[in-house]
């Protein structure tokens, strides 16, 4: 609003007594969107922090407080038809326009529809013969979602639900947490609802977690115990060979 306070230090500071010798101006403008009733601009000036005059219907409007010095400066203002018109376009057009263009950019980030990803997991041990199941759900927008652990189709009591926390993508999180007794671990699953998913609910089995792990374990055990074994048969039947087909005992 630089073209506006130029011309107003110009009308303010001859006179201007010692006393007001710094003199602070402020000046804000914008407007308001009112759906269906269009947008309302206005465009305000503060001079030693009291209200000094203002832009309406097309013309600026002396402050009550403002004086004679305020007076001066709308008549001023007002004699420049070419700078009205201009303030009145930014004010009724332009700033109109780039507020909806923010509303339909915001709109479209915000209404934005992710997909959560899940996964289980076991968390520190609650006590002897007891599991802490953890359900992890992470990654989706918006922020509202529904994750419940789930004993056949009835919702489980024991449920506990974190805090739904931000992501640095913008995205959530959310863990649920049960504690059960190890023994009791069958017909588990965890269910999550979102509105990306469209009506598809993520459904998790506690056993075929449990199954996977138990089938990771086989595959890195069993490498193992067959090296071993065949290292020791070697070394059991202890044999030199020599090219091309003569093998000795060794001594």
């Known amino acids: 609003m630089l073209f506006l306070q130029l011309p107003l230090l110009a009308v303010l500071l001859p006179g201007v007594d010692n006393k007001d010798d710094p003199f602070e101006l402020q000046v804000v ?10 947008s309302v601009g206005y465009m305000r000036v503060a001079y030693q922090g009291s209200d000094f005059l203002s832009f309406q219907s097309n013309s600026w409007l002396p402050s009550p407080n403002g004086g004679s010095k305020a007076q001066h400066v709308c008549r001023l203002f007002n004699s420049d038809q070419i700078t009205l018109e201009k303030i009145h376009r930014l004010l009724s057009d332009t700033c109109q326009r780039f507020l ?21 997991s076991t968390g520190r041990n609650p006590g002897p013969g007891r599991l802490m199941l953890i359900c992890h759900t992470s990654g989706f927008h918006p922020k509202s979602i529904w994750v419940m652990w789930m004993r056949g189709e ?13 992501n640095a993508d913008g995205t959530w999180y959310l863990r649920a947490s049960l504690d059960v007794q ?15 998913l469209e009506g598809q609910d993520i459904i998790l089995y506690w ?10 374990l086989i595959f890195l055990i069993l490498p193992l ?26 001594e």
Do not use: N
């Open 29 to 38: 403008g914008g407007c308001d969107l009112h759906f269906g009733k269009g």
């Open 154 to 166: 009835q919702e489980h009591p024991g449920t506990q639900r974190s805090d739904i926390l931000p």
């Open 207 to 216: 056993e075929h977690h449990s199954s996977m792990g138990f089938i990771f």
């Open 225 to 250: 115990v067959l090296l071993t074994g065949l290292a020791f048969w070697l070394r059991k039947r202890g044999t030199h060979c020599e090219f091309p087909r003569t093998c000795l005992p060794l």
């Open 100 to 120: 909806l263009g923010l509303l339909d950019a915001g709109k479209s980030y915000l209404q934005r529809q992710v997909k959560p990803e899940a996964w289980l």
């Open 182 to 196: 190890a023994t009791e671990t069958s017909d588990l699953s965890c269910r999550v609802r979102h509105s990306s």
